[in-house]
């Protein structure tokens, strides 16, 4: 029987076969040294493998389609002419390429975000120079070119390899025949793509059949992903729905119920005689997960806690969406970013918006980053928001050590901060400043030694250690060990130069990095997909405010209402932040911007509960997040699930109602009907 198979159809079936085992090849890399299933049930796990075996060979199959139809075509031809030797030649060595290099960033993509590769990472390309120097000094980059141009020749040998096994031609057959062998190969390749017995093909959906999202990922092939993550285009601005939902974001923040009205004017008769300095500190990629006030066994922040301790605290603080540029965005305009593919600070039409930080009359205003501003369009979000801004930033420093893609580190961006922040205090001018740190984040470059700080040697801990903390690798543990040292001495300096005791110092995270399982959780925050945006939020001014521990839920786009209240500074609010100092501020809630069930979508914590609802396919869960078990209970509560989805609608809304709404150019009130 064998023998009667045509050869050219033998080499469209081997060439599928060898991508298929490729593929496979790079699941069992994902599995053994990326994703953690231990805590995953046996069962689960084969059926995650089962879909995703199925996912490759789905793969495996459109790859070498194209080819296959042209092999069908010319069947005996095929082989009779090297030029076909030429194409398949080349297309093999692009396909295996290409392929490579998806699966290779993949997996650095998951070790980074803890999710497979989707369209959102194109997000990266918006500024590619930065982009690749981060590439080049987190991973052996020249090694792995060298690497690719083996592969490379491999290939080129495989391929021709593979067409001169099967260029002998056995037997030839008829035109009826040959037509036969064409519509069963075409059947059984477009079979192979459909992958399903069903009423609907094989889909991304279907590897998301867990309450556990490692598993999900497991089963995910994440080329496929890629390109079906494109459809999950974040929706414009809904009008109908938004004033829908306006009575309920109308009561929620206190705002007149018949007009569409946001602004919230906030004075005060009892201003501070002596203006407070406020000053905004980002704390990359710090999560309460890798610090050890909140847990972490490794002692990773000493500074930091003992800092906390005599600080205004927020225990239930949660960022928007997880990563830099999204919270930036959210922090300095008030609204939270939930652009899909691209971040809302590279879409030219939302950056124009009436925030409170241009609202610090009689301030200096500065904004500190080690690097450069224009990575991710940050520069015109502060620009074109903030009048007499003062930006700092490579290049423009006093003593410049570049330490990496990122520019000067942490301990010389506060050293350079706190020369511009004294010579102001020197002349008797308030200020107010927003400091971005990055040594917290890959390549982790931190030195062997600046003053007291010497890095953990590999010889003085074990790998086992630092993954009881979570942490990737004793790179990431230092670097977060660095930024607790930084943090500490940036303190002392203000001391040293004299404006510590009036300035209010608000310090916040705005992401929690990748990191390993996370054990020492008491809780199912990581498993739901959330930790990653539990981050700390922490307001240091003994002077104007006392140590405690708050409680409520609160979220990025809080930040500048409650520091710029607690400065005494009248501002208008227009965003959606409250002020969360304020004695009505009640019944609040976290808003955040997740991937959830495959595709992107929003959720809200509140009250104890977890309640998320996808974009598209408006698939919705509730959760209670007082227990570890993972269990969807919105039918068993029906009365919190309703009004918790409204909620998080009006949030959602509402949000991209102010993106083109919120302009600095004074709007007519629009009456509600």
Do not use: C
């Amino acid at each position: 029987m064998y023998k009667k198979i045509p050869n050219y159809i033998k080499y469209i079936f081997t060439n599928i076969f060898f991508l298929f085992v490729f593929n496979i090849l790079f699941r069992v890399i994902f599995y053994v040294f990326f994703v953690n299933l231990d805590d995953i049930t046996k069962s689960e796990i084969q059926k995650a493998l089962f879909l995703g075996i199925r996912f490759d060979l789905k793969l495996a199959i459109l790859t070498f389609f194209p080819l296959a139809i042209i092999v069908l075509i010319t069947n005996y031809r095929f082989f009779e002419k090297t030029v076909y030797k030429k194409i398949a030649t080349i297309y093999l060595i692009l396909s295996y390429l290409i392929l490579t290099l998806f699966y290779i960033f993949d997996l650095g993509y998951y070790e980074y975000l803890g999710i497979r590769l989707d369209a959102s990472s194109l997000r990266f390309l918006g500024n590619l120079k930065i982009s690749s120097q981060v590439l080049a000094e987190s991973y052996p980059v020249y090694k792995g070119l060298f690497a690719l141009l083996i592969l490379g020749f491999i290939i080129y040998k495989f391929a021709g390899f593979l067409y001169n096994s099967f260029i002998k031609i056995t037997i030839k057959n008829t035109k009826k025949i040959k037509t036969i062998h064409f519509i069963v190969t075409f059947l059984l390749l477009s079979f192979g793509i459909y992958n399903s017995v069903n009423h609907y093909p094989l889909r991304w959906s279907e590897a998301f059949f867990s309450k556990k999202n490692t598993v999900n990922q497991f089963a995910l092939n994440p080329v496929l992903y890629f390109f079906d993550s494109f459809k999950f285009r974040s929706e414009g601005v809904d009008i109908e729905k938004f004033k829908t939902y306006y009575p309920v974001i109308a009561k929620h923040l206190n705002l007149p119920k018949d007009t569409i009205n946001f602004a919230k004017k906030v004075t005060f008769k009892d201003h501070y005689k002596e203006k407070p300095n406020v000053v905004y500190v980002m704390l990359e990629s710090t999560g309460t997960a890798t610090l050890s006030n909140y847990g972490n066994p490794l002692n990773s922040s000493p500074k930091i806690d003992s800092i906390i301790k005599k600080s205004l605290s927020f225990s239930k603080f949660y960022v928007h969406k997880p990563g830099t540029a999204g919270s930036v965005f959210a922090s300095i305009t008030g609204l939270p970013d939930i652009e899909d593919v691209k971040t809302a600070s590279r879409n030219p039409m939302i950056i124009d918006q009436r925030i409170i930080f241009d609202q610090y009359k009689d301030y200096e205003k500065l904004y500190f980053i080690g690097g450069s501003a224009n990575w991710a369009n940050i520069r015109g979000v502060f620009q074109s928001n903030i009048k007499d801004l003062i930006i700092y930033e490579e290049g423009g420093f006093e003593e410049e050590n570049r330490a990496d893609v990122w520019g000067i580190d942490d301990y010389d961006l506060f050293k350079e901060s706190d020369k511009k922040l004294k010579q102001l205090h020197k002349k008797g001018k308030p200020f107010v400043a927003y400091i971005q740190t990055a040594t917290n984040h890959m390549p982790f470059t931190v030195p062997d030694k600046k003053e007291s700080y010497t890095p953990i040697l590999e010889s003085e801990i074990t790998e086992e250690t630092v993954l009881k903390g979570g942490f990737r690798s004793l790179d990431q543990l230092n670097a977060m060990r660095y930024l607790d040292f930084n943090v500490a001495r940036f303190l002392e300096r203000a001391k040293e130069a004299g404006y510590y005791d009036n300035t209010i110092f608000v310090f916040f995270g705005d992401h929690r990095g990748g990191m390993k399982k996370l054990n020492f959780l008491d809780n199912n925050e990581d498993d739901l997909g959330i930790q990653v945006h539990h981050v700390p939020f922490f307001i240091n001014a003994p002077k104007y405010i006392k140590p405690q521990v708050v409680d409520k839920y609160a979220k990025l786009i809080d930040i500048f209402p409650t520091a710029t209240s607690l400065a005494k500074v009248d501002y208008t609010n227009y965003t959606l932040g409250r002020d969360l100092l304020d004695s009505t501020t009640v019944n609040t809630a976290a808003f955040v911007y997740i991937q959830s069930k495959g595709e992107k979508a929003v959720g809200l914590i509140k009250d104890g509960y977890y309640y998320e609802k996808t974009n598209i396919s408006k698939k919705a869960s509730l959760f209670s997040l007082d227990v570890n078990k993972i269990k969807d209970i919105k039918l068993e509560k029906p009365a919190i699930t309703t009004k918790m989805d409204s909620l998080l609608s009006a949030y959602y809304h509402t949000t991209k109602y102010l993106y083109f709404n919120n302009k600095k150019v004074t709007k007519p009130v629009v009456n509600i009907k």
